[in-house]
């Protein structure tokens, strides 16, 4: 062959590679990512991850399955999420494999088209299907430069959309990176991984691993799509509704120290039945069984529970004389005539660390005044709590108090314990809201406004 003609053909050849490029090149899609769903929709998603632990490691197996059942006026869906988990733990070198115990939820949310997560039916924790439906750029400058969803807790989601390559044609790689400042405390992130489906306007699959190297990691896929006519979805929407309204009127109750919780857990026993009574599909059926059972077969360790806690109230709380993180000793008795709030947190305790930005807002608020924060950590390495107290500089002292948490005596130890200008223990809290600075002011201010 000459050398003119192979020139030639070489560039005949380059020219058409490049028209292919340009055809059949992903690109970023014609305007931006978006879900697109149907009422009547059925997805369902199977997966497993694994969690390492020494020379042994959990494994949990997840199936999700999500119903599309309605379309709200602003565009966004109604969702509603059955979880169900089962986990095993393999065999150590001294342990025989286990099975854990299997669990299972009911939630319900609405979805936006660009993946954005409202109304859900456990509120302030978060979206339950955040596993996979994932927040989208809401527009090409996001699509270009990443985007970031903050949440509540003050953690951040910082997503990105991956360049395309030629095999991502009709297909679209989203990363998703999970940062914060538990993450910073642990030294620990998260990053997942999720093939989202231009056409079909969905994520596809799921991976997941976090550092360091020896930490978690899973995979989730779509294994099925399937569709219902109009009356499923409506009668499904109607009764998961019916059971979250209930669920959510019980735990109000049963978190009211005002009530006896023995009439309480009786009273939510029947509220349980009555919406039991009214509800055909099994997979709500199910649940409402299950919280009735639950009732019950805790219903006699929750009265003993709340009745040790009720004896502590109005009673002196337990001297103890403990040092602080610089080596100071610190004793309840020098805070006599002041209210004292008692922050009991260590690394490993999210909640601890959520609550720590408006525990600082609270210490600020009373600066100056007769009440006094002590965060109480509880870790065993002193300098475990020290990097954790660099990264949340608390403008309060950090008490180590390993070993302070049994003079309570209590199966579940309250994370606040508000102590009067008496020494008198005044009020426990286990858990967390997004409320809490108001909550705990609140509170504060009422004992102030009390004669010592």
Do not use: C
Not at 52 to 71: H, Y
Not at 105 to 122: C, H, P, T, W
Not at 161 to 180: K, Q, S, V, Y
């Amino acid at each position: 062959m000459r050398p003119r003609t192979k020139i030639v053909l070489v560039a005949i050849g380059m020219a058409l590679a490049g028209v292919a490029w340009r055809v059949f090149s992903p690109g970023p899609p014609p305007g931006p990512l978006r879900y697109k769903l149907s009422v009547g929709d059925e997805l369902v998603y199977e997966g497993q991850a694994t969690y390492p632990s020494g020379d042994r490691k959990t494994i949990e197996r997840t199936r999700l399955t999500v119903w599309v059942v309605a379309q709200n006026a602003d565009g966004s869906w109604r969702m509603v999420m059955r979880s169900q988990r089962s986990s095993r733990r393999e065999a150590g070198f001294f342990e025989a494999a286990r099975s854990g115990q299997e669990r299972e939820g009911l939630e319900a949310f609405d979805l936006a088209a660009d993946g954005r997560v409202k109304n859900s039916s456990i509120g302030v924790l978060g979206a339950p299907g955040s596993a996979v439906f994932f927040a989208l750029p809401a527009d090409d400058r996001e699509a270009q430069a990443g985007w970031t969803i903050a949440e509540w807790t003050g953690d951040r989601l910082t997503h990105r959309l991956r360049p395309a390559t030629w095999r991502d044609f009709g297909r679209r790689i989203i990363e998703r990176r999970h940062g914060g400042l538990a993450s910073e405390i642990r030294q620990a992130t998260q990053r997942v991984i999720a093939t989202f489906e231009v056409k079909r306007g969905l994520v596809r699959e799921v991976e997941f691993e976090a550092t360091p190297a020896d930490a978690s990691a899973g995979r989730m896929e779509l294994v099925s799509i399937t569709g219902h006519g109009p009356e499923w979805p409506r009668q499904l929407a109607q009764e998961v509704e019916a059971f979250l309204e209930t669920r959510a009127l019980v735990r109000e109750m049963e978190r009211d120290r005002s009530l006896k919780l023995a009439d309480t857990l009786k009273t939510a026993d029947e509220l349980l039945r009555e919406t039991r009574r009214g509800v055909q599909l099994p997979v709500v059926a199910e649940r409402l069984d299950a919280e009735i059972a639950l009732v019950g077969n805790s219903a006699k360790w929750r009265v003993e529970q709340r009745a040790k806690e009720d004896a502590l109230i109005g009673q002196p709380y337990p001297a103890w004389e403990i040092t602080d993180l610089e080596g100071g000793k610190r004793a309840l008795a020098d805070y006599r005539g002041r209210i004292v709030v008692l922050d009991f947190w260590s690394r490993n305790s999210s909640v601890g660390i959520w609550a720590m930005p408006q525990m600082k807002e609270v210490a600020a608020h009373y600066a100056g005044r007769p009440v006094t924060i002590l965060g109480m950590n509880t870790d065993r390495d002193d300098a475990v709590a020290r990097q954790a107290v660099e990264v949340l500089k608390p403008n309060y002292p950090t008490l180590k108090a390993q070993g302070l948490t049994a003079k309570l005596k209590l199966p579940n130890l309250p994370r606040l314990v508000i102590i009067d200008q008496r020494g008198m223990v005044r009020e426990l809290s286990i858990g967390f809201s997004e409320t809490l600075r108001a909550d705990l002011i609140k509170i504060v201010d009422r004992l102030l406004a009390e004669t010592p």
